[in-house]
């Protein structure tokens, strides 16, 4: 394998004007740029990433730290947010943390020592003063952390507004909402805020059933679905994130249910897996695509020293029209 020696000599030049060559620093005339080009070619010289990496100061690595890299929301993210890194020249370092509680602040820890450039930081555990404390590039999904941390985010609010309207044109009476834990104050807990107060401005009764907190499981799902209806008989609508109501969908069948003559059903994410069950899902549709094409974006410009016009970025969601409504 050829070296940095080895194109120098056949260049006829010295190692740090191969250095700038491959670098694209500083000042080299084009027929000096132009033998050392043909030497590299000649030899088949590919630079060393990890040294143009030392030289630019960068590791040229992002970390991507979500809760649960299975689950249908995350893995979709995860998938588009690695292909806009790919295309602007970084490597995602990919984490799940369900189960591991200390690994969030390690992630932080390895930001700090310049591990990795930046952080796209989708999970709620870590207290946020940690945040606070480095000046590294932090990006969050759906997590207001500080002003000066950008965050990017679906519009809860307006979610929740397309979710009221469709239940009340569907005379909807008593819906039950299957949340995540109230021990995560994230951006995604203000869907299940606003539903509950534009369901109740209609006159129609909201019910809570909590998931354990920080669950990501089919089990712990499978938990809250069976806890609705043991709890709660009379309701005729439920509404929750799709892995949820896709289980509910399934045991409303099971327990004689006729969707939706009987129980209406709306999903909130709208991934794949609405697709999946013996009726596809009504659901509120996530711009999943556009959560990680913005957060890329975002923690680019950070990592660039480039000023961001919006620190906080809220994308519209949409209506996707199914068989259990």
Do not use: W
């Not at 020249?89 to 591990?115: D, K, P, Q």
């Not at 104050?185 to 869907?191: K, L, V």
């Amino acid at each position: 394998m050829a070296s940095i020696n080895d194109v120098a000599k056949l260049a006829m030049v010295s190692k740090s004007t191969v250095s700038l060559v491959v670098n694209n620093k500083g000042y080299v005339s084009e027929e000096t740029r132009s033998k050392v080009e043909k030497a590299m070619k000649e030899l088949n010289y590919i630079p060393s990433q990890l040294a143009r990496n030392f030289s630019a100061q960068k590791s040229g690595i992002v970390g991507i730290v979500m809760p649960d890299v299975m689950h249908p929301f995350f893995s979709t993210f995860i998938k588009y947010a690695e292909r806009y890194l790919y295309e602007k020249g970084y490597n995602a370092m990919v984490c799940g943390t369900v189960g591991r509680e200390m690994i969030e602040e390690t992630y932080l820890n390895m930001l700090n020592r310049h591990v990795m450039d930046g952080i796209i930081m989708g999970v709620h555990t870590l207290d946020v003063e940690k945040y606070k404390e480095t000046t590294r590039p932090i990006v969050t999904l759906d997590r207001f952390i500080d002003a000066d941390i950008p965050m990017v985010s679906s519009n809860h609010k307006q979610a929740a507004e397309i979710t009221t309207k469709v239940l009340k044109d569907r005379n909807c009476k008593k819906v039950v909402q299957i949340i995540g834990s109230k021990l995560a104050n994230t951006p995604t807990g203000d869907y299940a805020k606003y539903c509950r107060m534009f369901l109740e401005e209609n006159n129609i009764e909201v019910c809570n059933v909590e998931t354990e907190s920080n669950s990501f499981t089919i089990e712990g799902y499978e938990k809250a679905a069976e806890k609705v209806f043991k709890n709660h008989p009379n309701i005729d609508a439920i509404i929750g994130v799709d892995i949820v109501i896709l289980l509910c969908l399934k045991l409303a069948l099971k327990k004689g249910y006729e969707v939706p003559k009987d129980l209406k059903l709306i999903s909130y994410d709208g991934t794949y897996i609405t697709r999946l069950g013996e009726k596809t899902i009504t659901s509120i549709v996530q711009p999943i695509e556009s959560l990680a094409k913005e957060s890329v974006k975002k923690i680019i410009q950070l990592i660039e020293d480039k000023e961001i016009e919006n620190k906080k970025s809220l994308l519209d969601v949409s209506l996707q029209a199914g068989e259990t409504t």
